[in-house]
């Protein structure tokens, strides 16, 4: 293997796979549109490409970009019934102009996370996560459930990016609480972009990152990660190309709302998964942070007023009935799901309008970034469900209650 040229390259960045990459296309050019028996030389290049991979395996592990060409020379290897037994060849290198390196030269495809893909890969699933309110959550695996977590806790922290969230009291003594700060760190990459820090707090939504800038920095791929402000004060969105993420966060009222769109391969990026710490948008709340809003909603129901299970809680706002609360939710959601239920319960217990509207910009970003449509809306769940099974629409909320009474009776 020709050593790069730029001997800073080599110790910043010890993982080789953009050298593997451009072997492999400059040893392939034109002929991706070939099948195996048309272009045997294809073949070849690819398991030279696998062993290259294999070389640098124990540097790059960890790597996005890495991972993405494992995967890709597996589907390569199917789709053109490639054996990976037999000749490699060697690659017939590009020319560099003097004084760049193989990695820069890469960099902007590699800092795209979608065209990162080889056009004969399939394309990266998409999966979403979501924070607002009091505070309701849903998980990148579409487990919809209300906590208390109060205090600062870990929304999302994989190997490119953490995100933490603070849920403070929405009133004195009470245990509604919503996001009062938000903090997202991206982790430096490659060629691509330094380590940037962003964070926002009630009445403080920036438009850019701690160090004032709106990129990634100095690096060659700094405009892969990007900063715009939709409304001032209001709604920013984050792109982060290079690992094809797409962050939105709001100010509602006083409070902060977040949603994510990620691929699952990021999502799944972590060292060790089995000894990571929590993580919400990937595990959810602990059980004993979780409130089983359907049945306070059905004490709402019948009587008049919102009350949370738990000793010493105190009496709700009266600003809203369960009728006007309902009514009110209705003007934006007209659709009974969790999002319209979420809203109900938040105004009962907070008798803040500002949290309806945080619900209708939760489905609404869910609407931009969730990658199947069919599931946009979800429904009843209660903790004794396991994640992705849902109640039948139209079940009466005394009805899982009453389940939920028998389950526990049952491990009694």
């Given at each position: 293997m020709v050593p790069p040229h730029d001997h800073s390259s080599k110790v910043t960045s010890p993982c080789k796979i953009l050298k593997c990459n451009s072997e492999f296309w400059a040893a392939t050019s034109g002929s991706h549109h070939l099948g195996a028996e048309e272009a045997p030389e294809f073949c070849t290049a690819l398991r030279a490409y696998a062993h290259c991979t294999r070389r640098t395996a124990r540097t790059c592990r960890g790597d996005l970009a890495y991972h993405s060409a494992v995967h890709g020379i597996d589907d390569l290897m199917?789709?053109?019934?490639?054996?990976?037994?037999?000749?490699?060849?060697?690659?017939?290198?590009?020319?560099?102009?003097?004084?760049?390196s193989q990695e820069r030269s890469d960099s902007p495809e590699i800092c795209h996370y979608e065209k990162s893909f080889h056009k004969h890969s399939a394309a990266p699933n998409y999966t979403h996560c979501g924070l607002f309110g009091d505070p309701h959550l849903r998980t990148f695996t579409d487990t919809f459930q209300t906590c208390k977590v109060q205090?600062?806790?870990?929304?999302?922290?994989?190997?490119?990016?953490?995100?933490?969230?603070?849920?403070?009291?929405?009133?004195?003594?009470?245990?509604?609480?919503?996001t009062s700060k938000l903090t997202i760190i991206f982790k430096s990459f490659?060629?691509?972009v330094e380590q940037k820090v962003y964070q926002a707090e009630m009445d403080e939504l920036p438009a850019a990152f701690v160090d004032g800038s709106k990129n990634g920095g100095d690096k060659h791929g700094a405009n892969s990660l990007?900063?715009?402000?939709k409304v001032s004060g209001q709604?920013?969105?984050?792109?982060?190309?290079?690992?094809?993420?797409?962050?939105?966060v709001r100010q509602v009222g006083r409070y902060l709302t977040f949603a994510v769109r990620m691929p699952e391969e990021v999502v799944n990026a972590v060292e060790d998964r089995d000894s990571q710490g929590l993580y919400l948008c990937l595990r959810g709340c602990p059980a004993n942070q979780q409130i089983d809003f359907q049945a306070v909603r059905s004490a709402q129901a019948t009587e008049g007023r919102a009350r949370r299970k738990?000793?010493?809680?105190?009496?709700?706002?009266?600003?809203?009935?369960?009728?006007?609360?309902?009514?009110?939710?209705?003007?934006?959601?007209?659709?009974e799901d969790l999002y319209f239920q979420s809203c109900v319960f938040d105004l009962l217990t907070t008798g803040d309008?500002?949290?309806?509207?945080?619900?209708?910009?939760?489905?609404?970003?869910v609407k931009m970034l969730h990658s199947n449509k069919d599931k946009?809306?979800?429904?009843?769940r209660t903790r004794v469900l396991s994640p992705g099974n849902t109640a039948p629409m139209g079940t009466h909320p005394a009805l899982w209650v009453a389940l939920l009474c028998l389950c526990w009776l049952c491990l009694l």
């Open positions: 199917v789709q053109h019934n490639c054996s990976k037994d037999g000749p490699t060849s060697q690659p017939r290198l590009r020319t560099l102009p003097p004084g760049d205090g600062a806790w870990p929304l999302i922290d994989n190997n490119y990016l953490n995100v933490q969230v603070t849920n403070t009291p929405v009133l004195p003594g009470s245990s509604a609480t919503a490659q060629e691509c990007k900063i715009t402000e709604h920013i969105e984050i792109q982060a190309k290079y690992i094809g993420t797409t962050i939105v738990g000793p010493s809680l105190p009496a709700p706002p009266e600003a809203f009935t369960y009728e006007t609360a309902t009514a009110k939710c209705r003007e934006k959601l007209p659709v309008v500002n949290f309806m509207l945080a619900a209708y910009y939760a489905f609404e970003d946009l809306h979800l429904y009843e």
